[in-house]
Nanobody
């Protein structure tokens, strides 16, 4: 089993920053990749960023490229998402996830069906 606990969400004004954390425990090393997703009210959940832990390679959605940075501390088994230059459209519930498969590549790393374990989420609200 895998347990994921997100933290770091909150309310911030536009152009502000937040750093999300995801503490992972259990059998997370069955997969080489982890990711962040978000879901705004009335919208589908979308992939934001992903990282392949053994390579350190990252993938970002176009909407956050250049503003968000995903990273991982393998020793602490903790995933991070540094969010800068936040916009009101970034308002959503943010979830971390562990891959369903051994590895991913390209856009597959941002697809919801590539992931098998999910946290409960942390809310991010950005006001204009």
């Amino acid at each position: 089993q895998v347990q994921l606990v997100e933290s770091g969400g909150g309310s911030v004004q536009a152009r502000g920053s937040l750093r999300l954390s995801c503490a992972a425990s259990g059998r997370t090393y069955g997969s080489n990749f982890m990711g962040w997703f978000r879901q705004a009210p009335g919208k589908e959940r979308e992939g934001v960023a992903a990282i392949r832990r053994s390579y350190g390679s990252t993938t970002y959605a176009d909407s956050v490229q250049g503003r968000f940075t995903i990273s991982i501390d393998n020793a602490k088994n903790t995933l991070y998402l540094q969010m800068n230059s936040l916009k009101p459209e970034d308002t959503a519930m943010y979830y971390c996830a562990v891959g369903r498969y051994l590895d991913c590549s390209g856009d597959y790393c941002l697809r919801e069906r590539s992931y098998g374990y999910w946290g409960q989420g942390t809310q991010v609200n950005v006001s204009s």
